[in-house]
């Protein structure tokens, strides 16, 4: 059977094995943080399964001189608890890097020496298993369990606390093993972005997600496009600028936004990362939200000002020297339309401030489009279970529940409707991670903030004002 097809008496024969008390299914970086924090919690049974044999993150951007674009502070653990053995900084003592991370400077680590730092912990949690790719989550109330003996000798097997049998998901594998759990946490992340009228055109157009695997035959073109406005296109825009000297490429870069804009790094805005901001945003109504989300583009889909700055002084030394650079800069710019003819797209473009229609045709076309979170085919056996909005996304609570209970199924970075932008922010994953642990074990095994800014988001309780008629509130 499918992943997205269920009936009752489906569940694949049973394995050996307890009831555990969480079940983590994917292991980017916010389950594998979530699978650091519950390592030492001797009275919490948990395991993380991962569908690929190892861990790799956004292997296809890996580029040399990549950083993150928050501080190394913004670890796997750090801000729940700084003195995990999980933490970025023991990672660089335990390799021997920690004094020349030291000598360099710099809060920001690069991509590759994090993509190294999670899968050391990756390969050190005995909690963790990889090949594990699950196709099927069902919940044993839907279940004949007469019909599966084994899984009803299991669910008794796994009493909870009380002494009752209870209930749990399901969970099965590719391989058809079964993972029994009381309680899910879904962190499979999101996909790629690709935009329709590009998938309905076909052809080789690839998203930033896959650059590096296919850069040496995007650079066999004659002509290469982007399409984004935030830190990948950049990444990749300079990348590509840099070594066109040596290719006979043009090179153009598209964005909708109305310039190249930085991301915004003040103090002031920066609290709009912290936990109070979180709460206040998902006490507003679903279109404020929404226009919010797309009102605070800069503040996460921005480019790294510094970046900004080495393409400008790319752009002059490639000038100074004579080579180019043959490259074109468009902004305001929105991809209408697109068509493949076997040799090269042909782009319908419009310019958004001027309302003027044009076209371009490329050879190569990349698009850094970001991505989006979807609920994955496996849980529709399990969909009823579920708070859902209109679009279908999930309906994540102050703890990050999403399940009609609110108390068995949790997400990570899938609530960036519901919570705000911090949603895919690594900044905030501990933070995340300890409050559904809190919600997990019934305490705050780590300390919650509960106000960390120095401003107000909303009306001040001792500024608000009684309606006409009640009086003034003092």
Not at 44 to 71: C, I, K, S, Y
Not at 346 to 374: I, K, M, P, Q
Request: charged share 25%; net charge negative; hydrophobic share 35%.
């Amino acid at each position: 059977m499918s992943a997205s097809t269920s009936s009752a008496g489906t569940a694949a024969a049973p394995s050996t094995g307890r009831v555990h008390d969480l079940v983590g299914i994917g292991l980017g970086p916010f389950n594998l943080g979530l699978a650091c924090l519950a390592d030492p919690l001797d009275d919490l049974d948990a395991v993380f399964l991962e569908a690929r044999d190892e861990l790799a993150w956004h292997p296809g951007m890996m580029l040399d001189d990549a950083t993150l674009q928050v501080p190394f502070l913004a670890d796997l653990v750090t801000m729940a608890d700084p003195t995990s053995r999980w933490s970025f900084l023991n990672f660089l003592k335990q390799t021997g890097h920690l004094y020349p991370f030291y000598v360099r400077e710099s809060f920001y680590p690069l991509r590759r020496e994090y993509d190294d730092y999670c899968r050391w912990a990756a390969e050190g949690l005995a909690s963790v298993r990889f090949g594990c790719p699950v196709v099927r989550v069902e919940h044993t109330d839907d279940l004949d369990l007469d019909a599966h003996p084994g899984l009803r000798d299991r669910l008794h097997e796994g009493l909870d606390p009380h002494g009752a049998a209870g209930a749990a998901y399901v969970v099965t594998t590719a391989s058809g093993e079964t993972v029994l759990g009381r309680r899910l946490v879904l962190g499979v992340g999101t996909r790629p972005r690709v935009l329709d009228s590009v998938r309905a055109a076909g052809g080789p157009a690839l998203h930033s997600a896959d650059y590096l695997p296919h850069k040496q035959r995007l650079q066999q073109q004659r002509s290469i496009t982007i399409v984004g406005s935030g830190q990948s296109a950049a990444e990749i825009y300079r990348d590509l600028l840099a070594e066109s000297p040596g290719h006979d490429y043009e090179l153009t870069w598209l964005t909708r936004s109305p310039r190249f804009f930085p991301m915004e790094y003040t103090k002031l805005t920066l609290e709009l990362t912290s936990p109070e901001y979180s709460a206040y945003f998902q006490g507003l109504d679903a279109g404020t939200r929404e226009r919010l989300l797309r009102e605070q583009r800069s503040l996460y889909k921005g480019i790294s000002g510094d970046l900004v700055d080495e393409i400008s002084d790319l752009h002059y030394r490639l000038r100074v020297q004579g080579a180019g650079p043959r490259t074109t800069l468009v902004s305001a710019t929105t991809l209408t339309g697109a068509r493949w003819d076997g040799e090269a797209y042909d782009l319908d473009l419009r310019h958004d401030e001027t309302g003027e229609d044009f076209g371009l045709r490329t050879e190569g076309l990349v698009l850094a489009t970001g991505y989006e979170a979807s609920v994955p085919d496996f849980l529709d056996p399990v969909r009823h279970r579920l708070r859902l909005d209109e679009r279908g996304r999930y309906l994540a609570d102050s703890r990050y529940a999403v399940d009609r209970a609110g108390r068995e199924v949790f997400v990570q970075n899938g609530e960036e409707h519901t919570h705000g932008f911090v949603a895919p922010d690594l900044g905030m994953g501990a933070y995340r991670s300890s409050a559904i642990l809190a919600a997990v074990t019934g305490r705050e095994v780590y300390p919650l903030e509960k106000r960390v800014a120095v401003q107000s988001f909303g009306v001040p309780d001792h500024l608000r004002r009684a309606p006409a008629g009640q009086g003034a509130t003092r």
